[in-house]
């Protein structure tokens, strides 16, 4: 089992529509959730964090974390062609070597104008 | 402010060489982290530095290697080049890193390296 998973998707949805990204972590101490955004050929780029158990919204994003149930969702309401990107999830986990930050694969979204 | 940057982008070796990238924080953040993504992996985490330590390291051999220099900036260093070394290596910067709770980490550009 990976330590992060996400569906690869991709995940296609039409403009104007509400994307929702799932991603499942396996470390139940983990406290710290990252979603990035990474365009073809370039770096990721953060798009929000969240630490708390709910909701958290930032513009047109909204990110969920259930720790009971060790999932953390984004979703991307009003979705637009250039939402067209890999979303990566990243857990921070405690590990005997140190803290680290844990990817998940990514979901590729493609919005159809 | 300044972004992360990152050099060389590109570069180009063979097997058996060796290789420095070089990575520079954003002005006032002390932790650098470097990745490794591959089509294959994905993105993975090598190792990270705070205040010229290192304090937290991946699963990855011994050929990569680090360091970082009092100014923050950093270079990871990889020995005996595989074919399979081949990505894309990134580096991010954050202002306390992985303790405790991880604190936003902004990357650079990453340095796109192939090994022939």
């Known amino acids: 089992q990976k330590e992060v998973e996400q569906n690869s998707g991709p995940l296609s949805v039409p403009e104007g529509a509400i994307a929702s990204l799932n991603c499942t972590y396996s470390?139940?101490?983990?406290?710290?959730f990252f979603w990035y955004r990474q365009y073809s050929g370039k770096s990721p780029e953060l798009i929000m964090f969240?630490?708390?158990?709910g909701d958290k919204e930032d513009g047109r994003f909204t990110a969920q974390l259930n720790k009971a149930s060790q999932y953390v969702s984004l979703l991307i309401r009003d979705s637009q062609p250039s939402d067209s990107a890999t979303y990566l999830c990243?857990?921070?986990?405690?590990?005997?070597?140190?803290?680290?930050?844990?990817f998940g694969g990514g979901t590729r979204v493609l919005v159809k104008p | 402010k300044a972004g992360v940057t990152q050099t060389p982008r590109y570069l180009i070796k063979t097997r058996g060489q060796q290789v420095t990238l070089s990575c520079s924080p954003i002005s006032g953040h002390r932790s650098v982290s470097w990745y490794q993504q591959t089509p294959g992996q994905g993105l993975q985490f090598l190792f990270e530095?705070?205040?010229?330590?290192?304090?937290n390291k991946g699963n990855f051999p011994g050929r990569f290697s680090g360091r970082q220099f009092s100014n923050s900036r950093s270079e990871m260093n990889v020995s005996t080049l595989e074919l399979g070394d081949s990505a894309l290596y990134l580096c991010?910067?954050?202002?306390?890193?992985?303790?405790?709770?991880?604190?936003?980490?902004?990357f650079g550009p990453g340095t796109r390296l192939t090994v022939l």
């Open positions: 969240i630490y708390s158990n």
């Open positions: 990243a857990v921070d986990m405690i590990k005997a070597a140190g803290n680290k930050l844990t």
């Open positions: 470390d139940r101490g983990s406290q710290s």
């Open positions: 991010a910067s954050s202002l306390q890193g992985l303790a405790g709770g991880t604190d936003t980490q902004y």
């Open positions: 530095y705070f205040s010229e330590t290192q304090r």
